[in-house]
């Protein structure tokens, strides 16, 4: 099923298509994944190309698990602006405890966000803030 989901991923698509279908067709593909495949979908996303890494980025809330958490931590640790952002995004599906502690253990997450906040647009403020105001409760 990785290898599945990593062709979807690496397939070059408009920006409609992926939001109308891949990344629907990609969440599905996520809950089908078998431990092995979580663990090669970890073992792989760091040496995937950024826009591979985006689009995983915006399917990883499907169940809200530690696996999806845990790879989204890892892909916080990147100098491109908008995956941050998709990632911060994401991550406020994440509301139950254990995902909050995990989440507030890493505190330059914390730390990036406020800075961000600084120069935001609108919309992305608007994400930044609602992250704070969910991992903060």
Do not use: H
Not at 41 to 52: C, E, G, H, M, Y
Not at 66 to 72: D, F, G, H, R, S
């Amino acid at each position: 099923m990785y290898k599945e989901l990593d062709n979807l991923l690496a397939t070059d698509t408009t920006v409609d298509s992926w939001y109308d279908d891949g990344c629907v067709i990609a969440s599905e593909m996520l809950t089908e994944f078998s431990p092995s495949d979580w663990a090669e979908l970890s073992n792989q996303v760091l040496s995937k190309p950024i826009d591979w890494q985006k689009k995983l980025a915006y399917c990883l809330d499907n169940e809200c698990n530690v696996l999806e958490l845990n790879i989204l931590l890892s892909l916080l640790d990147t100098n491109d602006e908008e995956l941050f952002e998709i990632c911060v995004d994401t991550l406020r599906s994440f509301t139950d405890q254990e995902s909050k502690k995990m989440i507030l253990d890493n505190p330059k997450i914390l730390q990036r966000v406020n800075d961000l906040l600084n120069t935001a647009n609108l919309p992305v403020k608007k994400i930044l803030q609602d992250f704070l105001s969910e991992i903060l409760l």
